[in-house]
């Protein structure tokens, strides 16, 4: 492996530390699956209005934030879209063993 391989293998790793913290932390600060889907969205706000306005660092910590909150989607499910996609036929976002 090169150099700059190990390098970018570094980065991700430092990144996806970084974001598994953040998950831990925000499961804990809001456990469930309440709004999630609406939480991304607001993510995705505040990293757009960092990217516009902001030094990196905060981009960074918004940018780890969407990340979080779409796996939370994809972990946790999001409870207010489940009668929803149950009448259009729709699975829920989470299996009920997950
Ligand atoms: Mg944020």
């Known amino acids: 492996m090169t150099d700059i391989q190990n390098d970018m293998d570094s980065r991700v790793d430092e ?12 499961r804990a600060k809001f456990p469930g699956d309440d709004v999630t889907m609406l939480a991304l969205m607001e993510e995705v706000g505040e990293l757009a209005k960092a990217a516009f306005e902001e030094p990196r660092t905060n981009v960074r910590a918004e940018a780890v934030q969407v990340a979080v909150m779409a796996m939370r989607v994809a972990l946790d ?22």
């Open 77 to 98: 499910g999001d409870g207010t879209l489940t009668a929803w996609r149950k009448q259009k036929g729709l699975d829920p976002l989470v299996r009920a063993d997950a």
């Open 15 to 26: 990144l996806l530390q970084e974001i598994k913290h953040e998950l831990a932390r925000a």
